[in-house]
T-cell receptor, first 111, second 110 residues
């Protein structure tokens, strides 16, 4: 068990570009979550999946954001037409129903 | 919606001293998680509390959930430099979806 894995760890992009992040959960964890964390704040919930079904989306997830978990294993989070306000740490977590375990995060900087 | 308030927001203690971090909820807590985060990194799971009056310990860290289930505390005994970081409490909103406090930044001075 290697824990939750996120790639890339860091991403710098120009405003207006699209970016995609990947999360590989702990194997056999059926729930997968995405959070966003800005400097000095706690993480904020974005969305979560149970298996391949996206069950809830936060109002923070604008229409420029889309998340998928096509086979109920890894997940991707895509941000289209990035804005400077999208700069943040994007965290993924997984759970089998007891405890939520986080990855190392992807730090996005939009310049 | 549920909100969590952590206090203090930052804490500087001498190595070897004890310390306490508090997490107060605006609503009843049905599951309360404590995490530690190093700057720029992910969250490390410390403990989860569910029952009022519950107390759990891991090495020199003890966490409690009060009887009314609206406040939790994290206590570190004989602090060490390795305890430095940001401590976050998170409340379970159902299905392990968490709402977090703003964090407490802990600095340990030698």
């Amino acid at each position: 068990d290697t824990g939750v894995s996120q790639n890339p760890r860091h991403k710098i992009t120009k405003r207006g570009q699209n970016v995609t992040f990947r999360c590989d959960p702990i194997s056999e964890h059926n729930r997968l979550y995405w959070y966003r964390q800005t400097l000095g704040q706690g993480p904020e919930f974005l969305t979560y999946f149970q298996n391949e079904a996206q069950l809830e989306k936060s109002r923070l997830l604008s229409d420029r954001f889309s998340a998928e978990r096509p086979k109920g294993s890894f997940s991707t989070l895509e941000i289209q037409r990035t804005e400077q306000g999208d700069s943040a740490m994007y965290l993924c977590a997984s759970s089998s129903g007891f405890g939520a375990f986080f990855g190392q995060g992807t730090r996005l900087t939009v310049v | 919606s549920q909100e969590l308030e952590q206090s203090p927001q930052s804490l500087i203690v001498q190595e070897g001293k004890n310390l306490t971090i508090n997490c107060t909820s605006s609503k009843t807590l049905y599951g309360l998680y404590w995490y530690k985060q190093k700057y720029g990194e992910g969250l490390i799971f410390l403990m989860m509390l569910q029952k009022g009056g519950e107390e759990k310990s891991h090495e020199k860290i003890t966490a409690k959930l009060d009887e009314k289930k609206q406040q939790s505390s994290l206590h570190i005994t004989a602090s060490q430099p390795s305890h430095a970081g940001i401590y976050l409490c998170g409340a379970d909103q159902g299905a392990q979806k968490l709402v977090f406090g703003q964090g407490t930044r802990l600095t340990i001075n030698p």
